[in-house]
């Protein structure tokens, strides 16, 4: 991650993924997914059905 101070607005910073942290997020990405899948999977499925829409609509910024 390269982080950089914006010229016009001093108060924020502006992040860009280097091609490490691309590479890295690519290489960490299957590990991710399954721990997702995997958290849920032990719960009632009432609970895992909420939990997964819960999810879903914090993934859509609801």
Known sequence: MA???DG???RRKLGTMTDA???LATALAPA???IS???PAHS???ERDQFLCLHAA???GS
Request: net charge positive; glycine share 10%; no cysteine.
């Open 32 to 34: 991710v997914v399954g």
């Open 58 to 60: 914090r993934r859509r």
């Open 44 to 46: 009632h499925p009432v």
């Open 8 to 10: 016009k607005d001093r």
């Open 3 to 5: 982080i950089t101070k």
């Open 37 to 39: 899948e995997e958290m």
């Open 21 to 23: 942290g691309r590479e």
